[in-house]
Nanobody, 118 residues
Framework: QVQLVESGGGSVQAGGSLRLSCAAS????????MAWYRQAPGKQREGVAT???????SYVDSVKGRFTISQDNAKNTLYLQMNSLKPDDTAMYYC????????????WGKGTLVTISS
């Protein structure tokens, strides 16, 4: 079993920055792949970024160059540094974990809300 707890959401103006954190606990093997997803009001959930146990990362095109996913294994914490934020980044952000970045995530946090004003 894996538990994920997000924090760090908030309201900022466009152009600002936020850093999201996800505290993870439980079976390490089951969280080889860690990811951030988001869901904006009225839209489908989308994958934002992934990182695997080897440190390989991937990003959706809309956040490339602005967001950085990282993890501190000693602290069992996943991060998402978000810079140059845009109103379109407004969404509930979810931390997720799974055994592979090529399969569906098995574990989800409850989310943290990010609101970007213009």
């Amino acid at each position: 079993q894996v538990q994920l707890v997000e924090s760090g959401g908030g309201s900022v103006q466009a152009g600002g920055s936020l850093r999201l954190s996800c505290a993870a606990s439980g079976d390490t093997y089951s969280r080889y792949c860690m990811a951030w997803y988001r869901q904006a009001p009225g839209k489908q959930r989308e994958g934002v970024a992934t990182i695997d146990g080897s440190g390989r990362t991937s990003y959706v095109d809309s956040v490339k160059g602005r967001f950085t996913i990282s993890q501190d294994n000693a602290k069992n914490t996943l991060y998402l540094q978000m810079n140059s934020l845009k109103p379109d980044d407004t969404a509930m952000y979810y931390c997720a974990a799974g055994g592979s970045c090529y399969r569906a995530m098995n574990y989800w946090g409850k989310g943290t809300l990010v609101t970007i004003s213009s």
